[in-house]
């Protein structure tokens, strides 16, 4: 064992998140964010699935909630992309888990690969989907002829976004915890 994960966190540069890990604080918003983000994505998409009565206030609560949901993430991806490359650095903090090998492939480089497989092609499919769902869509959104591409899309983007979320995780645990 490495001793307390609190005791090592101190002396990265940068400033040290929440959680009592070796992450820095952007680190840990985006970690903590996507546990909301992920349920909230998946009520808004069941919301329009079985829409029944109420199917109009159904659709535009959610264009609202995608809309937030966008904005806030693109707010802590810029947020956490100046934290990990100006304020600190992630290697030293991964430095001492026993999955990371500096300066060679290790289990923690093959992780963050394939969670960055994920998470670009998202973050452009999330700008591309919400541009498209504002473009073609009326401003109280209604079903149309733009509606069966924004379904195949919608749903790439959920799952890329599910994805992110669950290789982000692993990659926190096995750089920042173990
Ligand atoms: C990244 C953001 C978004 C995602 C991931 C997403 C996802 C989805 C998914 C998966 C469905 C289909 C549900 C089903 O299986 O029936 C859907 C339906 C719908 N979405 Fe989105 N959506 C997003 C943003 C938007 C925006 C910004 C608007 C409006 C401007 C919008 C309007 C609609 C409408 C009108 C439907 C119903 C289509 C129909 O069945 O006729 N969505 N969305």
């Keep these: 064992m490495n001793g307390s994960p609190l005791l090592l966190a101190q002396g990265f540069p940068g400033f ?27 009520w808004s998409i069941w919301l329009v699935r079985g829409r029944g009565l109420d199917g109009d206030a159904k659709l535009l609560l959610h264009k609202r909630v995608q809309l937030a949901l966008g904005v806030i993430l693109l707010i802590a991806v810029i947020a956490f992309e100046v934290d990990l490359r100006l304020l600190t650095s992630w290697k030293d903090r991964a430095a001492p888990s026993r999955h990371f090998i500096p300066g060679a492939w290790c289990v923690v480089w093959y992780c963050l690969s394939i969670h960055l497989v994920f998470a670009v092609p998202t973050l452009l499919m999330w700008v591309y989907v919400i541009a498209m769902g504002l473009r073609k869509f009326e401003q109280s959104p209604r079903p149309n002829e733009y509606s069966a591409t924004h379904r195949v899309t919608g749903r790439l983007a959920a799952i890329g976004m599910s994805m992110t979320a669950l290789t982000g995780w692993i990659f926190y645990y096995l750089a920042f915890v173990a």
């Excluded at 970690?31 to 992920?38: E, G, I, K, R, S």
């Design 16 to 42: 040290d998140g929440f959680l009592g890990t070796r992450a820095a604080i952007m680190t840990d918003v985006v970690f903590v964010a996507m546990f909301a983000v992920v349920p909230i994505m998946a």
